[in-house]
């Protein structure tokens, strides 16, 4: 039989749709089922709780934050500089604690006034060791002058006694030659001593010459050692804040000690170095003098001739102008020159006057800058600190904050009045953030709130223990007990313009199970704790309330229950 006749048989076609059925209805009830899951999957997600019924103990809440019932704030008298500050926020001080330390006068103000006082010394004393007007070159000239006339005089007069015997002219060219050695290291011993004196470094100058000079350098170096020694000590000690009136004594001991010996010492240098000069100038005289006559007496061997009379006497005249030319400049210059020192010893008169003048004022910026102590007046804990080191403090106005302990702190929580009627004064509350479980908060006043139109009620609460000033404290306070039917999580009250309800959770049977749906349950709430509400209404112990859920849901809304 072939396939066409095949299909054509009654038989295998029922056979055919036969099979065709069971195929559609094996596929109908797999989407069924599938529809199913999928729609499952699609509903919000929930959490229950059972309704229960017992005890619950309703709480009134608040915070609020601590404050003291009395404070005290500790001013400064006048501008004063703060220098350091002993306390800091929150720190317990005793009665005639030191708090803080102020003076008058910054240390930064003192310490510039010393260095310009310092200044003003050493110009000073630079002043008084300027050296006094040097002639030396003009007496060197004049002294060179008299000796070419006495030479030329002493040629004139030779030729004039016809000159002696040649043994007589020996004899004396012989002893200039000794004197002119003699003097020349004289002048070498003075030139020496007198570099010593002006460098202050003696290893190089002549003992016999420098008398008691190394003895009163050595005791001025020892007394400027000591007063900068004392003046370090001094220093320190006034900027750490330290009491320095026991040192001044000593400190202006030593340098007035420092003074005398440096005065001594400048005034023996001056005197021994003018000795020195006029010895070194005569000596340099004399060598001008001896070199010039055995020089003569040398040329006249070497020449075999002399000069005639007329010549000589000339020659002295002329030597004699000289002279008295370089004598009259140098009379003229040191006319000009006592002017100018007299305007010079105003100068430093000035610098005397204007050094002296700012030790005064250094002096009295010491004793201003002596360091006052300011003490607690009570006993209590610092609130505020408004100072900082380095500012300066203004009359009257609060350079710290004490709370005074022993007075007592307060707290104050404003609640709903509804809520207030509910506690009673003397009830004490529970503080939630007490960590350290060391303080007690009272119920001892119950006032109206201050804010115009508030029907809101202010707690006051009296605390005790170990109290931070400006602390924030979460105050709990229990209003009484009571045994109710039905008590639910306060996560599963809601409310809204119809007032507050709750979600119970009904469930209807289906071919394919059970369907799970949410019912709006109008509630009143009878009282309430951190965790649970007593409600009254259409609900029971036992009923499945909703907690939480994926979506938003309303009531009638198909839903599905969390797996567990």
Request: charged content about 25%.
């Amino acid at each position: 039989m072939n396939e066409e006749n095949q299909v054509r048989d009654p038989k295998r076609r029922r056979e055919i749709i036969k099979t065709i059925l069971i195929i559609f209805l094996a596929a109908l009830l797999v989407l069924t089922f599938c529809s199913n899951t999928i729609m499952n999957k699609s509903l919000p997600e929930i959490s229950t709780e059972r309704v229960s019924s017992g005890k619950l103990t309703e709480r009134v809440r608040g915070s609020g934050m601590v404050i003291s019932n009395q404070t005290y704030d500790v001013t400064v008298d006048g501008n004063k500089t703060v220098d350091t500050i002993m306390v800091k926020t929150g720190k317990e001080v005793k009665k005639d604690d030191v708090l803080f330390t102020v003076s008058k006068t910054s240390s930064d103000t003192l310490a510039a006034e010393e260095a310009t006082l310092a200044e003003l010394d050493l110009a000073y004393q630079k002043a008084l060791l300027a050296p006094p007007a040097d002639y030396s070159t003009e007496d060197q000239s004049i002294k060179n002058a008299r000796a070419d006339l006495n030479a030329a005089i002493a040629r004139r007069d030779a030729a004039i006694a016809s000159q002696g015997s040649a043994q007589a002219e020996k004899a004396a060219y012989d002893q200039n030659k000794a004197d002119l050695s003699y003097q020349t290291k004289l002048q070498g011993k003075l030139s020496a001593t007198i570099a010593a004196i002006d460098s202050d470094e003696y290893s190089a100058a002549a003992p016999e010459y420098t008398g008691a000079l190394v003895e009163l350098h050595t005791k001025a170096a020892e007394a400027e050692a000591d007063y900068n020694a004392a003046f370090e000590v001094y220093s320190q000690i006034l900027a750490e804040g330290g009491d320095v009136s026991a040192l001044q004594a000593d400190l202006d001991r030593k340098q007035s000690a420092r003074d005398s010996a440096r005065d001594q010492y400048d005034n023996e240098k001056f005197s021994v170095r003018a000795g020195l000069v006029d010895q070194l100038s005569e000596a340099e005289s004399q060598i001008d003098w001896l070199t010039a006559a055995t020089a003569e007496y040398e040329s006249g061997l070497a020449a075999g001739e002399g000069s005639s009379l007329d010549a000589l006497e000339a020659d002295v005249l002329l030597k004699q102008q000289s002279l008295e030319t370089l004598i009259t400049e140098l009379n003229k210059t040191k006319t000009e020159n006592s002017n100018q020192s007299k305007l010079n010893d105003l100068d430093l008169q000035a610098a005397k006057q204007a050094a002296d003048k700012q030790r005064e004022k250094v002096e009295k910026l010491k004793k201003e800058s002596e360091v006052t102590e300011i003490k607690a007046k009570y006993s209590g804990v610092v609130s505020a600190v408004n100072i900082k080191p380095g500012e300066e403090t203004v009359p009257d106005m609060p350079a710290l904050t004490i709370d005074i302990s022993e007075e007592g702190y307060t707290l104050e929580v404003t609640v709903d009045a509804e809520k207030a009627k509910k506690v009673k004064t003397g009830a004490e509350a529970e503080i939630i953030n007490n960590w350290y479980g060391d303080m007690q908060a009272v119920l001892s006043e119950i006032k109206s709130d201050t804010v115009a139109g508030s029907r809101n009620k202010r707690l006051i609460f009296s605390i005790t223990g170990t109290v931070e000033p400006n602390a924030y404290l979460e105050v709990s306070i229990p209003c009484g007990s009571g045994n109710y039917d039905a008590i639910v999580p306060n996560s599963a009250v809601h409310e809204d313009t119809k007032g507050k309800f709750v979600l119970t959770v009904t469930s209807k049977s289906s071919p394919l199970g059970n369907r799970y749906y949410a019912e709006r349950v109008d509630v009143e709430v009878l009282a309430k704790d951190e965790l649970s509400s007593a409600v009254s209404g259409a609900i029971y112990s036992g009923d499945h309330v909703i907690t939480t859920s994926s979506s938003n849901i309303k009531p009638g809304s198909q839903v599905r229950m969390k797996d567990n």
